[in-house]
Every structure is written in C-alpha cells, then in structure tokens.
C-alpha cells in the first residue's frame, strides 16, 4: 500500500517569503501526484496534479507552482507568498489505474497534510 | 462553479442512531462516487465509493446510495459512533482510462456523534 510523507507538518511565514513543501511517496511507482489546498470554509481543491516526471497541470491560477523532480518526489512552491495562500495543503497519490476493488473509481491517497500560515 | 454540493456544513447525532450525509452534484460526466473521512490536522482517509452502474454500495456500518436521476448520493452510517465524528467529503469523478485521475470534491459535513 502506498505511504505518503509531507513536510513540514506546520509552517508560518511572513507575507513576500518563498515556499516550499514537499512530498514523497512509498509503496508504489509512477504513481499519479496532486496537490490539494482546504481553505477555511472551503473544501478542498485541486491545485496541480502530475502524470510523471517533469509533467505538471495547473487547475488554477495562482501564486504556486510545482515540480516532480523524481517519480515520487512532488513539491509545491512559492516565490512570494500572499495572505491567501494560508491553508491547508494535501499531496496525494494514485495508482495509474485508479481502481478500488470493484468500482473503478479513482481513490486518492492522502498525505497528513502541511498547515500553513502567512502572517 | 461547485460541481459538487454538500449543503449541509454539519450534522448532530445521537449515538446509536443513523446518520444520513447528503450529496449533489451538477456534472452529468461523472461516473464515480467517493466519500471520504478526515478528522483534524490529518489528511482525508477513503471511505467507500460507488460507481454508476449501481444504485447502493454497503460496506459494514457505511452504506453509499446513489439516485443518478436526481443527481444525488447519500451516505448512511448505522449505527452512528463518537469515533465517526469528523468531516466527510464527498467527491466525484468521470470516467477515465489510462493517463491522470481527477477528483472533484465537496465542501465537506462536518458529523458530531453525540454519546
């Protein structure tokens, strides 16, 4: 089964600092990747997701950006970080296939999360 | 423009009793349902999931029901435990084949299972 780790769990940083979260995964190879951000009062809400090495989609426009440098390395970055982008930030991974048993639905594997605050 | 609608942010229920999460969505593609529990500072763990060929998916205590005519999904969970307080997120996806998944998810109901 696929172990997904993400860090820092929790971050401050000020308004104008860089960022940078990453995320590995264990337990399975060419995995498809994703960023999801929950924002207060919100649910949650895809920011990037990635077929493989050096392949990024972008669902939203927005202050970040990410890369996959290695099949099971993803990390999401900021040059310059703005108020709005406090949250709290998902990786998560999935099997080329997606199936889950029986129904073939695409069932995404979660990461703890990485809270973070921009003061 | 949200593809998926939990209108309810929350729900009390007594111990014991059922609990009914409801779920609506506006996406005539989508194929496949999930629901998905998060508690606190953790990430979403999968729940159970239905596709549209099928109208109930029971898996123990959790049972997923879906009326594709109305565009609606239900998740039952009977009987309810404190421990099934969290946030359950419905979430939902078209068909695929190879190549990249995407779910689209709800604003979540947040359960409080009352001992």
């Known amino acids: 089964s696929q172990t997904i780790h993400q860090w820092p769990a929790t971050l401050v940083q000020p308004v104008g600092s860089p960022l940078s979260l990453e995320c590995t995964v264990e337990?399975?190879?060419?995995?498809?990747l994703y960023w999801y951000r929950q924002a207060a009062g919100r649910g949650l809400q895809l920011l990037f997701y990635s077929v493989g090495i050096g392949q990024i989609s972008s669902e939203v426009p927005q202050n970040l950006s990410a890369s996959r440098p290695q099949d099971r390395q993803f990390i999401l970055s900021s040059k310059k970080l703005l108020l709005s982008d406090s949250g709290f930030y998902l990786c998560?991974?999935?099997?080329?296939?997606?199936?889950?048993?029986?129904?073939?639905?695409?069932?995404?594997?979660f990461g703890a999360g990485s809270r973070l605050t921009v003061l | 423009d949200q593809q998926v609608k939990q209108n309810s942010p929350s729900l009390s229920v007594q111990e014991g009793r059922i609990s009914i999460l409801n779920c609506d969505y506006t996406?005539?593609?989508?194929?496949?349902f999930l629901w998905y529990k998060k508690y606190p500072a953790e990430g979403p763990t999968f729940l159970i999931s239905?596709?549209?060929?099928?109208d109930k998916n029971e898996d123990g205590r959790f049972t997923v029901f879906l009326n594709k005519s109305a565009k609606h999904l239900s998740l039952h969970i009977v009987p309810s435990q404190p421990g099934d307080s969290a946030v359950y997120f419905c979430a939902a996806s078209p068909y695929s084949g190879a190549g990249s998944y995407q779910l689209t998810f709800g604003k979540g109901t947040k359960l409080s299972v009352i001992p």
């Open positions: 337990g399975t190879s060419n995995p498809n």
């Open positions: 998560a991974s999935s099997q080329e296939w997606g199936l889950a048993g029986h129904s073939g639905a695409n069932v995404l594997t």
């Open positions: 239905i596709s549209s060929i099928k």
């Open positions: 996406n005539s593609m989508f194929d496949y």
